[in-house]
Nanobody
Framework: QVQLAESGGGLVQAGGSLRLSCAASGLTFSSYAMGWFRQAPGKEREFVAVLDRYGSTTSYADSVKGRFTISRDAAKNTLYLQMNSLKPEDTALYYC????????????????????WGQGTQVTVSS
């Protein structure tokens, strides 16, 4: 079965960087679009970034555009989220998710469309 396991979260000062990883098993990237979402305490889970199954298109939330980069290593079946210039408002539990879809990244931003989720990794940004 499909399993997603996030890692790389932690505590960082504002302006710092972190790279999150999501190790995927039971799926092949060529069939699945992969996304990152986050959820802060008391808030709904929100879209962060998505990479289409071809690895060719990406889409980002306005709040992270220019600071975060989504990528993957197909040989390692691992998805990444490079986060730079972190802000306290980026503090959240970060999840990776997968959906079997051939659509371009911009069309797969709704969390309700995703079939598989990891357990999340905590990112805390101090001011």
């Amino acid at each position: 079965q499909v399993q997603l396991a996030e890692s790389g979260g932690g505590l960082v000062q504002a302006g710092g960087s972190l790279r999150l990883s999501c190790a995927a098993s039971g799926l092949t990237f060529s069939s699945y679009a992969m996304g990152w979402f986050r959820q802060a305490p008391g808030k709904e889970r929100e879209f962060v970034a998505v990479l289409d199954r071809y690895g060719s298109t990406t889409s980002y939330a306005d709040s992270v555009k220019g600071r975060f980069t989504i990528s993957r290593d197909a040989a390692k079946n691992t998805l990444y989220l490079q986060m730079n210039s972190l802000k306290p408002e980026d503090t959240a539990l970060y999840y990776c998710a997968a959906v079997k879809s051939a659509r371009v990244a911009g069309a797969i931003r709704d969390r309700l469309e995703y079939d598989y989720w990891g357990q999340g990794t905590q990112v805390t940004v101090s001011s």
